[in-house]
């Protein structure tokens, strides 16, 4: 009996060896066969560290080497959950006033949070964001707060195992991220905002961490945003269970290549005049909107460009989207009379008219294909010249008339419109061109006078450059170079000529016609300067809406350059419903003046005019 029970003994023993080693055998089998690649994947990490090297996002600088948009590194400020313990609150009021984030939301963050795995493991999460882009200057207040974190009582007469809590808790529980993050500051705060956009942040997640890419949202920013953000680099490393590297294991080490500077054709100083009077217009006229323009004409290089209402970049998100808009290059309108350069100049490009032909204004009421034009001013017979001083609708008409609906339209294109100028910004529209077969009976008398098709403000501006230039399109210039962060040059853009519109000649007779215009009798003797001579046109173009033209509301512009005879600066103006006055020479004229005056003393421009001006056109230019 007594062996029977030692014989089933020992088969019990063995089969529960046997059971033991069926089970040791299964668990090797699934460690190092079904689970090898998630294992290997988890000891991979445990003891090789990859970090990412963000390269530095590249300037925007202004012609003259002035930062409009630099970049700083910052931290993330980051929590490990799991070392907090119960001191949430602690933490958290510590940490409120230099994060300046509520205290509530911290306390909220510092939580632990439990999660299953999907081997079954429960673990608590150890890193969690309390907030990016956080100064040096900040990070380095929070380490030493963290350091003197008050907990009531000594923690040096606590026992081993708690003294070391405590130590981690001040020391690990709070951290910057090892991952490299940069903030974007301009400096001029609002300064050519719609020229350099703003910026904007995407998530990257890189399975250990999520890092925060800075990409251009508009303007400069993202028309060169893969030039301006570099390339990133990274490390592959090997590490201790402490998660410290071991550097002899290092394995990969790229370092990222920066982003290239890139040197604007702004002039800061101009920009800031340019700015400035527009903001006294918006106050002093309240239209919906205003804007500047500055160009030289030989070269196509714009050196301000402003847009009122504007916004700071720093910050954009404290604004509508409309205020963010580039009017200059998003918005269309009909013309108006600053359309009338084009008929007329290529007429006295093709022989048609001469500066001195008379034409009948029909004092101020002319019919033609059903409909009634209109002069502001009733005007009988009078020369081409005049017609451009007085701004004659029906002049123009006349002119449009005798040179035909094929050349007129060809003559429209030509000088741009219908199509983008170039300029290096996203969002610019090509305005509207009929074709011919589309023109109404009464077409060729309207467009002449700015209205039946539309443009920006910045194809306008560039058509009464190519006059200043004689007779030649520039394609605008907004980019001079690239250059590394050493300032050596990478690339070098040149001026780019579009086309030839008019001859030199028709050019010269044009810009006779257009000083008429900025004399005492001219639609534009508020535009007048002191000490050169100005060349121009004004524009009042009524605003189409979708019952026909609305009453009260214009489009008032002004558009010349100086000195006429050698150009240097083409400046435009123009206001969206001024409310004080509506004439382009009453409410846009005085505004390029007084950036036209304060532009031509920074630029150290040579007055051209040699006579002293006479009382009534001192008058004329002076008044209000």
Known sequence: MAQKIQFRRCLMLALLLCLGFVGLGYRLVDLQVLRHEELAAKARWNHKLTSFREPRRGDILDAQGNPLATSVFVKTICADPSLVGGWQ????QTLAPLLQVPEAELEQRLQPRLRREASGTVTTNRYVVLKRKVSVETWQQIQQAMAELDFGFDIKQLPRAQRTFYYLLRRKAVFADSVGDQLRIYPNKSLAAHVLGYVGTEERDLGYTKLLDTVGRDGIELALNSKLRGVP????TETDSRRREVVALRGQDVTPRDGLNVVLTLDSVLQHHLETALAEAMQKHEPISITGIVVRPRSGEILAMATLPNFDPNCPGAVSADA???RIITDIMEPGSTFKIVVVSGALNDGVVRLQDQFDCENGRFAFAGRILHDHHPYGVIPVERIIAKSSNIGSAKIGIKLGEARLHEYIRAFGFGEKTGLPLLGEVSGYV????????????QIPMG????????????AMAAIANDGVLMRPM????LEDRQGKLVAQYAPQAVRRVVSEAAAREMIKALRTVTLPDGTAAQAALEYYDVAGKTGTAQKAGRGGYM????FSSFIGFFPADNPELCISIVLDEPQHGYYGGQVAAPVF????ELAANHLNIRPDKTEEPTPSAQMAAHRP
């Open 324 to 326: 963010r808009r580039n």
């Open 551 to 554: 009453p009260g509301k214009y």
């Open 478 to 481: 907004l980019v001079n170079r």
């Open 434 to 445: 009929p074709p011919v077969k589309n023109w109404y009976k009464v077409s060729i008398a």
């Open 233 to 236: 680099g990274w490390r592959v």
């Open 89 to 92: 609150r602690k933490i958290a």
């Open 593 to 596: 003046r007084q950036f036209a």
């Open 451 to 462: 209205h039946g098709l539309t443009a920006t403000r910045l194809q306008m501006a560039m």
